[in-house]
Protein backbone atom coordinates (compact mmCIF):
# COMPACT_ATOMS: atom_id res chain seq x y z
CA UNK A 1 0.00 0.00 0.00
CA UNK A 2 1.13 3.47 -1.12
CA UNK A 3 -0.58 6.44 1.04
CA UNK A 4 1.04 8.90 0.05
CA UNK A 5 0.22 8.40 -3.84
CA UNK A 6 -3.69 6.70 -2.08
CA UNK A 7 -2.88 2.98 -4.18
CA UNK A 8 -2.21 -0.62 -3.29
CA UNK A 9 -0.61 -3.07 -5.41
CA UNK A 10 -2.29 -6.08 -6.49
CA UNK A 11 0.31 -8.53 -8.49
CA UNK A 12 -1.47 -11.67 -9.95
CA UNK A 13 0.26 -14.99 -9.46
CA UNK A 14 -1.27 -16.42 -12.75
CA UNK A 15 0.86 -14.51 -15.15
CA UNK A 16 -1.31 -11.78 -15.70
CA UNK A 17 -0.81 -8.31 -14.91
CA UNK A 18 -0.41 -6.16 -12.03
CA UNK A 19 -2.66 -3.81 -11.09
CA UNK A 20 -2.42 -0.61 -8.76
CA UNK A 21 -5.99 -0.10 -6.87
CA UNK A 22 -7.24 3.15 -5.63
CA UNK A 23 -7.73 3.99 -1.71
CA UNK A 24 -10.01 6.40 -0.50
CA UNK A 25 -8.69 8.85 1.93
CA UNK A 26 -10.84 7.83 4.88
CA UNK A 27 -10.15 3.62 3.87
CA UNK A 28 -6.23 5.52 4.30
CA UNK A 29 -7.30 6.47 7.84
CA UNK A 30 -8.56 3.59 9.22
CA UNK A 31 -5.97 1.37 8.09
CA UNK A 32 -3.69 3.85 9.67
CA UNK A 33 -5.11 3.06 12.19
CA UNK A 34 -5.77 -0.40 12.06
CA UNK A 35 -2.23 -0.83 11.73
CA UNK A 36 -1.29 0.97 14.86
CA UNK A 37 -3.21 -1.02 17.05
CA UNK A 38 -2.53 -4.48 15.57
CA UNK A 39 0.87 -4.04 15.18
CA UNK A 40 0.90 -6.51 12.03
CA UNK A 41 4.72 -7.19 11.25
CA UNK A 42 4.15 -9.67 8.31
CA UNK A 43 0.87 -9.87 6.84
CA UNK A 44 -1.89 -6.72 7.51
CA UNK A 45 -5.03 -9.62 7.98
CA UNK A 46 -3.88 -12.37 9.95
CA UNK A 47 -5.90 -15.33 10.04
CA UNK A 48 -4.64 -17.76 12.43
CA UNK A 49 -1.60 -18.24 14.58
CA UNK A 50 0.19 -21.71 13.81
CA UNK A 51 1.08 -24.33 16.73
CA UNK A 52 4.95 -23.09 16.00
CA UNK A 53 3.67 -19.49 16.80
CA UNK A 54 3.68 -18.28 13.19
CA UNK A 55 0.87 -16.18 11.71
CA UNK A 56 -0.68 -16.77 8.63
CA UNK A 57 -2.34 -14.64 6.19
CA UNK A 58 -5.86 -14.16 5.05
CA UNK A 59 -6.77 -16.58 2.02
CA UNK A 60 -8.77 -15.46 -0.77
CA UNK A 61 -11.30 -17.87 -0.03
CA UNK A 62 -11.23 -16.04 3.87
CA UNK A 63 -11.98 -12.66 1.89
CA UNK A 64 -14.97 -14.48 -0.21
CA UNK A 65 -16.56 -15.74 3.05
CA UNK A 66 -16.25 -12.20 4.57
CA UNK A 67 -17.59 -10.74 1.90
CA UNK A 68 -20.79 -13.41 1.23
CA UNK A 69 -21.30 -13.29 5.31
CA UNK A 70 -20.77 -9.36 5.07
CA UNK A 71 -23.53 -9.21 2.02
CA UNK A 72 -25.57 -11.33 4.12
CA UNK A 73 -26.10 -9.29 7.27
Known amino acids: MDFARKTVFIPKKTGKIDRYGPLRIFLIRRLKTYIKIENSQIYLFNLQVTKDGETQGL ?10 ETAVK
Open 59 to 68: TTNGIGWIIR
